[in-house]
């Protein structure tokens, strides 16, 4: 009888990282929806272009590095309040793919 587990193909829709990379990615595009940040265009651009990396390569952590890193240029440019900057900073994937490999 066959493993159970080995019977299906792993989908990426059910990596729990992938879903983690897939709310970091809504987050980010809510928070450009926004005004201040909504006006500066080539911030918003470059935000969604690495949040969107991250969710169609769970594994890049170059990528997530970038949001992380352009969310100190949000909060200190006022363009979140502190609560927003933790839900991206400390949010499930960005927090985890911050420890070494």
Excluded at 34 to 63: I, K, T, Y
Aim: charge should be negative.
């Amino acid at each position: 009888m066959e493993d159970e587990k080995h019977s299906s193909p792993m989908r990426f829709e059910d990596l729990e990282a992938w879903n983690a990379a897939r709310e970091l990615t809504t987050v980010t595009y809510r928070l450009c929806r926004h005004e201040p940040l909504s006006r500066d265009f080539g911030l918003c651009d470059q935000l969604r272009r690495a949040a969107v990396s991250v969710m169609n390569n769970v594994f890049a952590r170059r990528s997530c590095g970038e949001v992380r890193s352009m969310s100190y240029v949000l909060l200190d440019n006022s363009y979140v309040s502190d609560g927003e900057y933790r839900e991206i900073y400390a949010g499930p994937f960005v927090a985890a793919s911050s420890s070494p490999a």
